[in-house]
């Protein structure tokens, strides 16, 4: 009989044909979201950039607006502060002051490790310390010359690096053109949010990033046992690769020995002098060990066995002076190849001092119990950029975030910004007028300080993951590692980032699972005697859509296949195509696959890619279109309000004995009762 539908409007009675009747059905149940024209993401991709844009604008004129009374306010409140807490900012020029002594030796150190005069590095340490401690994202944190970026640096200043076609001068300027870029796209990336993309770098991308850049640091300092005797050349870094020579014992037997010593010395005394009482934790050990290296080198080796080691004197030009503008000569000579040079290298620069900064402000976050925050981390990064950026213009070799000395000196004590500002302020006044100590300083000393570095900052639990861990997180370490030692640190990390999702990836491909049952089932009020229904569970994207399709056959499944996405979800348009491609099979074998319980963005997302729309309008339905068999027909949401708990139905194919559709709900009362029951006795005490 066909079916018959009043309207109210006209009083009549019409009947209309069952195919209209399915029409009209097919109709109401159209996906409701309808495609958007085919360009109209450009302007919504403008109004998001034009957005960002305007945002960035409209801070840089509120500051510049309020920059007068501002600054005003914030000079008077600092004044007014340490005013009244005296201690507080004794104890902040302290920890500067402690913290600029521990940075002389190690900006020393990466100075000869980048391939730059060390009044670089000693610049660069100023700069980064002076703007990162007003303008950074976390009072306190330590910045300067650092390792990360002094081990890729040198790719630059190398005579067989990439720019070996150039002299040293120009590989400098170069150099310092390089950071400048660096700076610029570190703004950038301050100004695009990019600080939250760090959490995407798994814990094995970052031991194997440690590891490798503690192999680099341990090959840069292997230059500290050679030597140099061209005449003419009276520095070692005037020398040519092919002029420098290994220290032997059989040629050089004293001086090796006497170098070995200083290295043993001075990690010696890194590591047990913090140990002595009171003095121990006051002065840094590597000012101890630094002290005592250039006694012994120039008393007892030199005055009594006629005996020595190189030293920084003696290894490059070392005049204390303050910093002076220089524009880089190369900027408006430069060739396109030196050009991309300097875009790749700023790029990779700006990765790896933004990568540690981030996670160097975030170690300091869990020390303090702070907070984090994504601005804090942005504003860091804009931060780090502006100092890399003015340290390109001042002959100065940029840096980053020091985790070592942060840790420090949040850990004596340091909140604020004075003692991060004032150590950039006392290593200047250290370049000035304490450069007739640096020169010194034998360079054996400065290779032990930095193995120290290398010691800490290896992740020795590598190991332990090594012999007891997962294959693939062993694989990741080594992979990273042996990228980073080999190319450089920060392909190193995408590869590692590359590489863990992949494997996150593979592992979640095989967590999709459907529960399948078969048997009669009422749809739209027609009982159906053979229905295959499957609930499926898990994410379905392109490492799973062969799981989900496993799942069904065209030629053994039954006539109507129904598939149940309460608890899955659609991912990605390799799910939509295998939906697709499932439910075309089965229109063809004249089988039809319905699907229900779809989670909105699931559903937009077979909306907006599924190619054919009237297919996908037959296939979608909601609870209400089927209904139990023992239960008169009613639906399912009818249903589920007669089941308050789990009813065990006799009928083993009924769909009421399918979990998805109930809520296992216990009486709370009798939930405490027993627990009290099979328990000691508990004390309740009734809040009034």
């Avoid at 700076?183 to 301050?190: P, Y």
């Avoid at 995407?200 to 990033?209: A, D, K, Q, R, V």
């Avoid at 950026?389 to 001042?394: D, E, N």
């Avoid at 002959?395 to 985790?403: H, L, R």
Wanted: charged share 20%; net charge negative; proline share 4%.
């Amino acid at each position: 009989m066909a079916p018959k539908e009043t309207s109210d409007s006209v009083g009549v009675e019409l009947t209309i044909s069952a195919s209209e009747a399915m029409k009209k059905d097919n109709d109401k149940m159209a996906p409701a979201l309808e495609r958007e024209p085919f360009f109209a993401f450009i302007p919504k991709v403008a109004m998001y950039f034009g957005g960002i844009i305007g945002g960035e604008l409209k801070h840089v004129m509120n500051g510049i607006t309020g920059f007068p009374s501002g600054s005003k306010n914030y000079v008077g409140g600092t004044f007014s502060f340490y005013k009244e807490n005296p201690k507080i900012l004794y104890d902040e020029v302290i920890s500067g002051f402690t913290v600029a002594i521990m940075q002389v030796p190690e900006s020393i150190a990466f100075s000869f490790v980048a391939g730059v005069p060390p009044l670089s590095g000693l610049h660069a340490t100023f700069w980064m310390a002076l703007i990162t401690g007003l303008l950074g994202g976390k009072p306190g944190m330590i910045s300067g010359a650092a390792g990360a970026l002094a081990v890729v640096v040198t790719k630059l200043t190398a005579e067989d690096g990439e720019l070996s076609y150039l002299n040293k001068e120009e590989r400098l300027d170069v150099l310092y053109m390089t950071m400048f870029v660096c700076g610029l796209f570190q703004i950038l990336f301050a100004i695009l949010r990019l600080a939250k993309l760090v959490r995407l770098i798994p814990e094995t991308g970052m031991i194997g990033f440690m590891n490798g850049l503690a192999i680099i640091i341990f090959m840069a300092q292997l230059p500290a046992f050679k030597k140099c005797d061209v005449e003419g050349k009276d520095y070692f870094v005037e020398c040519d690769l092919d002029e420098r020579q290994w220290l032997t014992f059989q040629d050089n037997t004293w001086e090796l020995i006497l170098t070995l010593v200083q290295v043993v010395l001075c990690m010696a005394v890194m590591k047990f002098f913090p140990k002595v009482p009171k003095i121990g934790k006051i002065i840094p050990a590597s000012l101890v060990g630094l002290l005592l290296g250039a006694l012994l080198e120039h008393t007892l080796f030199r005055m009594a066995f006629d005996v020595s080691t190189r030293t920084v004197k003696e290894t490059a030009i070392m005049k204390g002076s303050f910093p002076k503008f220089d524009w880089p000569n190369q900027f408006p000579t430069a060739s396109g190849d030196t050009w991309s040079v300097i875009i790749i290298y700023g790029i990779t620069l700006a990765a790896i001092g933004g990568v540690e900064s981030v996670l160097t402000l975030q170690a300091c976050n869990e020390i303090t119990d702070t907070v984090p925050k994504i601005s804090d981390s942005n504003q860091e990064l804009s931060a780090q950029g502006l100092a890399n950026l003015v340290s390109g213009l001042f002959q100065a070799m940029g840096g980053n975030a020091m985790i070592g000395q942060s840790t420090i000196n949040i850990m004596n004590g340091a909140r604020y910004r004075v003692s991060s500002t004032m150590s950039g302020i006392f290593m200047l006044l250290f370049v000035v007028v304490l450069d007739p100590f640096i020169n010194l300083l034998p360079i054996g000393t400065l290779t032990g300080v930095l193995f120290m570095v290398v010691l800490s900052t290896f992740q020795w639990k590598t190991f332990v993951i090594l012999r007891y861990g997962r294959l693939s997180d062993s694989v990741a370490i080594l992979l990273v590692t042996i990228i980073a030692v080999v190319y450089n640190l920060a392909v190193a990390i995408a590869v590692g980032i590359i590489f863990s999702a992949l494997i996150h990836a593979w592992d979640s491909g095989s967590h999709v699972s459907g529960d399948i049952t078969n048997g009669p089932l009422k749809i739209d009020g027609e009982l159906c005697e053979d229905v295959k229904y499957v609930h499926v569970k898990g994410s379905i994207f392109f490492g799973s859509a062969r799981h989900f399709i496993n799942m069904f056959s065209v030629a053994d499944d039954p006539a109507t296949v129904v598939i149940d996405f309460k608890d899955a979800l659609i991912i990605d348009h390799s799910a939509v195509a295998a939906i697709q491609g499932i439910t075309h099979r089965f229109e063809k074998a004249d089988k039809r696959v319905l699907i229900t319980n779809l989670p909105v963005k699931s559903q937009g997302r077979l909306q907006r890619t599924h190619g054919d729309y009237d297919m996908l309008a037959r296939t979608i339905k909601t609870r209400e279109n089927f209904g139990d068999v023992e239960s008169n027909g009613k639906s399912i949401p009818e249903q589920q309000q007669q089941h308050q708990s789990h009813v065990i139905d006799p009928n083993p194919h009924s769909v009421s004995n399918l979990e998805v559709f109930h809520v296992d709900e216990k009486n709370v009362d009798q939930e405490l009762s027993q627990l009290v029951e099979s328990s000691q006795p508990v004390k309740i005490q009734k809040l009034e």
